[in-house]
């Protein structure tokens, strides 16, 4: 018998503004294409994502730099994976990586959204969800120049920030080098 799996990946862990995204995804059909989201381009992830959608059960979990700053960034993975396995049942569970975050059940692989079809799926729902939101953000904030970066700390953000200072959609627990004042900073 076929034992279904619900594939796991996050989106936006390592920018230093907009939302985390997990994204659990169950695949009802078989979907061509699917690889790991960052390897596909945009135009790709996009046409990925309506057929996904189209042929799976999934679950999207965000979490805002408000909630990353309260409670830490594997707390929120943490609870992500709950609300996934909560929201989706499934015989298995396989996460991106190589950390459970102490969640019982759930199985992990290093490279597991580019070599298993479900992480595949879960990887582009949340890619293409997180930066969907980035660029709407982008509009709200447009001093910052989202669209350009996605959030990350590019040198481009980082002179954004220093100009502007922090927005409510920046993650303020990231301390940033060239944030940081110095004895020496002028």
Known sequence: MYK?????????????AGDLVMAGCILHNRVDGLDDSKKLTPKRREALYELIIKNASFHIVKFSAKDIDEFGISLCITRGLREIIEMLPCESYLFDGNSKFGV????????????????SAASILAKVTHDRDIIELGKKYPLY?????????????I?????????????KSYKLKALQITLFSS
């Open 159 to 171: 002179e954004m920030i220093k100009k502007y200072g922090y927005s409510e959609i920046h993650r």
């Open 104 to 119: 019982a059940g759930i199985e992990t692989m290093i490279k597991a959204d580019g070599k298993i079809p479900e992480v």
């Open 4 to 16: 279904k799996l619900c594939g796991i990946d996050e989106a936006g862990r390592g920018p230093i």
């Open 145 to 157: 120049q989202l669209e350009k970066h996605k959030g990350y700390g590019t040198a481009l953000h």
